[in-house]
């Protein structure tokens, strides 16, 4: 199993920047997709970026330009870099990663979620 464990949510003034962590740790063969989504309340959760194992990118119209999705797969970690956040960024963000298990099980891991909140 794996476990993931996100970091670096917080309150930020708009315009300004923050940089989300999610560390992968367990037992497991490989990690495939990481992704970050998000989900601001009473709205479903949204696609915001993802980064292949080869290190191929896609984001939500939204945030193209302004969020870059990096991974280390040395550390088997995904980072989220935000910048020019808006009070439209204001959600709770949580990654997910497509983990294949010895023995070849392929199941999506999810964090427990981070908040970000921007707002003057």
């Known amino acids: 199993q794996v476990q993931l464990v996100e970091s670096g949510g917080g309150l930020v003034q708009p315009g300004g920047s923050l940089r989300l962590s999610c560390s992968a740790s367990g037992t497991f063969f490989s990690i495939g997709p990481m992704r970050w989504w998000r989900q601001a309340p009473e709205k479903q959760r949204e696609l915001v970026a993802t980064?292949?194992?080869?290190?191929?990118?896609n984001y939500a119209d939204s945030v193209k330009g302004r969020f870059t999705i990096a991974r280390d797969s040395t550390k088997n970690t995904v980072y989220l870099q935000m910048n020019n956040l808006g009070p439209e960024d204001t959600a709770v963000y949580y990654c997910?990663?497509?983990?294949?298990?010895?023995?070849?099980?392929?199941?999506?891991?999810w964090g427990q979620g981070t908040q970000v909140t921007v707002s003057s």
């Open positions: 997910s990663a497509g983990v294949t298990l010895f023995g070849g099980s392929f199941y999506t891991g």
């Open positions: 980064v292949t194992s080869s290190g191929g990118t």
